[in-house]
């Protein structure tokens, strides 16, 4: 089992930035690849992007690509999502996984409970 808690979330303006945080405690997080997805009101749960076990191999969405970066601290039992030139259509709830790398989420076994993000224009 590994239990997952996000961080980092809140209210910022179009343009600014947000780093989230996933603290990782239970089973080793290097065992999992690491995934970010979001969802916002009345939507699907969409994926955001992944970073493998080792290596730091790293795939995003084209939404984000290019503003968000994902990054681990396996010592640290951590994961990251750097935000930057936030947009309103990036609010959401977003939510860290471990599991599989993959890009939906079946891929994913353990989930955090989410960090709210609101962009405003």
């Known amino acids: 089992q590994v239990q997952l808690v996000e961080s980092g979330g809140g209210l910022v303006q179009a343009g600014g930035s947000l780093r989230l945080s996933c603290a990782a405690s239970?089973?080793?997080?290097?065992?999992?690849?690491g995934g970010w997805f979001r969802q916002a009101p009345g939507k699907e749960r969409d994926f955001v992007a992944t970073?493998?076990?080792?290596?730091?191999?790293?795939y995003y969405a084209d939404s984000v690509k290019g503003r968000f970066t994902i990054s681990r601290d396996n010592a640290k039992n951590t994961l990251y999502l750097q935000m930057n030139s936030l947009k309103p259509e990036d609010t959401a709830v977003y939510y860290c996984?471990?599991?599989?790398?993959?890009?939906?989420?079946?891929?994913?076994?353990?989930w955090g409970q989410g960090t709210q993000v609101t962009v405003s224009s």
């Open positions: 970073i493998s076990r080792n290596f730091g191999i790293t």
């Open positions: 239970g089973r080793t997080f290097s065992m999992y690849a």
């Open positions: 996984a471990a599991g599989n790398s993959g890009t939906t989420r079946h891929d994913y076994d353990y």
